[in-house]
């Protein structure tokens, strides 16, 4: 058996969390004590938090956008600049979170636009809105340009004639940058939430994290700083007599709830509530391309949460920027003509099956450079192929962090360039890693504790890179912190596998970041059935009873054919989340098994 299959069966060690205390959470009469606990595991441990925690409240949980101390400043140079007329670009990331929250922005300041000419007795925009409108955008290709803003998009957007930039998810690194546009008289607002640096840009900022910043929230999503600046402008807008519909805010929702999943931010706090409000306004959206979308992707008679947004919708705005263009998601989401939005639906999928296939690829070729090495004495794992797409290199690093519990560095080539992606457990800072060990290998680096990207000067920097990073881990990475973990909410007996159980869970969700789906423990649970399903025989289903003799279903999805191939009368251990199975019209519990022991 190949050594990388061997990493992608260790077994896992199982922790589980402390124990809710007796008395903890008593006055909350109505909570079981699996709500409890599970509340207890997530940092819930007062009833005012319990209270927020459980039923958000719009009105009582959403903070104020003019909380931000620039926030008045940006308001009013945005309406100087709209009611003169001047164009306004909107310069947005490749990623799902720059793509929403550009849309956010551009849809927010054309309709502000329309409501200034109507005030005005003008004629209203009719059509095609971007061809009258002074707001226009600009994305970068992933691949091509690279990140953030750059210096030759200066002169770009000079000879455009736009006057101001918005940037959205980038920029708050790009200090020459914004410079240079100050230059060539164009001003800029930065709307952002990534790691800065010692020296700030001189323009505009609207980023939560900021030294001294009085936002209290301060985590969102790009997306999320995007709509706050959506919802003072829409408030300034109000205040200056414009006929804004009260609520056109909150139809941005759907936006911000895609975002807000994908860029992992926290789901707690106002995160929690955005995605909370945001769930239920994608669940019936009027935005034609986002209907084409679920469409496309075979969703439109499901009910859209979390995991809907994180592994179906994500992915497909993603695919643009990654396979071709990220304007081609932008523009389906800012369309307005169900045929285009059709159209552009179905490019999109199409984009999405590409990726799927060359990601497929990738991994093939990774695990294939693994299968010749001893994985269990490396403890940073470090991959690069000359036909690698820096576009994918960053899943192919998520991927084989997961298989080999070790973070991961991927490395792919495009034009010349050597552009690579990391991906690492809180453990290990693999942005500091990589920026101490590539020294000047590299030519720019950047990301935060998890996630980095990076591109080397030459490919002669590729081995010393390696080699330095292997020193690095070296260094700073005990055998312990490499150990798999799986993190466990609570001992349950299967007789508890109930549609109460159930109902509380629920209760939890929209399930993420800082607040992931509960996972369950049962022991000495009884084999009764084990069989393969699946068109390749690679789904694992099993019927187990509890001692008591309560059958239960279990299925496991995409275990390799010789993992847990258990026989009537075995006695396991099982680690799980509860979940529903819906097939033919029938519903019923099931296990969803994230890990099996065998036990005596």
Not at 52 to 72: G, I, K, N, Q, T
Not at 157 to 180: M, N, P, Q, S, Y
Not at 425 to 437: F, G, P, Q, W
Not at 438 to 445: D, F
Request: glycine share 8%.
């Amino acid at each position: 058996m190949h050594r990388a299959r061997i990493m992608r069966v260790m077994q896992r060690t199982w922790k589980y969390a402390p124990t809710c205390p007796a008395d903890a959470l008593a006055e909350t009469a109505d909570l079981s004590p699996v709500s409890r606990q599970l509340l207890w595991n997530r940092g819930i441990c007062l009833s005012e938090d319990v209270q927020r925690f459980l039923s958000p409240s719009w009105e009582e949980h959403v903070h104020d956008p003019f909380a931000f101390r620039d926030m008045r400043v940006a308001v009013e140079k945005l309406f100087s600049f709209v009611e003169a007329g001047q164009r306004i670009t909107v310069h947005g990331d490749y990623d799902a979170d720059g793509v929403t929250g550009s849309t956010v922005l551009i849809s927010t300041l054309r309709e502000l636009e329309k409501r200034l000419r109507m005030k005005r007795g003008e004629t209203q925009i009719v059509g095609g809105e971007s061809e009258v409108s002074c707001v226009d955008f600009y994305i970068p290709h992933r691949d091509k340009e690279g990140y953030g803003l750059r210096t030759a998009t200066i002169q770009i957007l000079a000879d455009r004639g736009t006057k101001l930039i918005v940037t959205v998810d980038c920029g708050i690194a790009c200090v020459e940058e914004i410079a240079l546009a100050k230059t060539h008289g164009i001003e800029t607002i930065v709307v952002d939430h990534h790691q800065f640096g010692e020296e700030l840009p001189k323009g505009t900022l609207i980023h939560p994290g900021l030294d001294g910043e009085t936002y209290p929230h301060k985590t969102l999503a790009a997306v999320g700083v995007a709509f706050k600046l959506a919802c003072a402008l829409m408030t300034e807008a109000r205040v200056r007599g414009l006929d804004v519909p009260v609520g056109f805010e909150k139809w941005l929702l759907d936006l911000v709830s895609i975002a807000t999943v994908t860029d992992m931010v926290p789901l707690l706090g106002e995160n929690r509530v955005l995605e909370h409000f945001g769930l239920k306004v994608l669940n019936k959206t009027r935005r034609p391309g986002l209907r084409a979308l679920i469409v496309a992707a075979g969703l439109e008679d499901k009910v859209l949460d979390a995991e809907s947004v994180g592994f179906t919708i994500g992915p497909r705005l993603n695919a643009a920027g990654r396979m071709e263009h990220a304007s081609l998601a932008l523009n389906l989401l800012l369309s307005s003509n169900e045929e285009e939005a059709t159209r552009l639906a179905q490019e999109l999928e199409a984009c999405n099956r590409r990726r799927q296939d060359a990601t497929r690829r990738m991994m093939e070729e990774a695990e294939r450079q693994l299968a010749e090495r001893d994985i269990s004495l490396e403890k940073i794992v470090i991959l690069w192929h000359e036909e690698w797409s820096p576009s994918l290199v960053g899943l192919i690093a998520g991927k084989m962090m997961e298989k080999t519990t070790r973070p991961v560095v991927v490395v792919g080539h495009h034009a010349g360039a050597w552009i690579g992606s990391g991906r690492s457990m809180a453990a290990y800072d693999i942005t500091s890693a990589v920026r101490e060990a590539g020294g000047e290998l590299l030519a720019r680096v950047g990301g935060h504790v998890q996630a980095c990207g990076f591109a080397l000067k030459d490919q002669d920097g590729l081995l010393p890179l390696a080699d330095r990073l292997r020193e690095h881990a070296s260094a700073h990475l005990s055998p312990e912190d490499l150990s798999p973990v799986l993190a466990i909410d609570l001992e349950l007996p299967l007789e508890d596998c109930s549609r109460a159980t159930l109902d509380a869970i629920v209760r939890l969700a929209p399930f993420g970041q800082a607040n992931p789906r509960p996972v369950f423990a049962s022991r000495r649970a009884l084999v009764q059935k084990c069989d393969r399903m699946g068109a390749r025989q690679q789904h694992l289903r099993l019927q187990v009873a509890s001692p008591s003799g309560l059958p239960v279903k279990a299925v496991a999805f995409n275990v390799p054919i010789d993992q847990w191939n258990f026989v009537r009368g075995n006695v396991v251990d099982l680690a799980y989340h509860l979940d529903v199975n819906e097939w033919n019209g029938r519903s019923e519990i099931q296990l969803k098994l994230l890990d099996v022991k065998e036990v005596a």
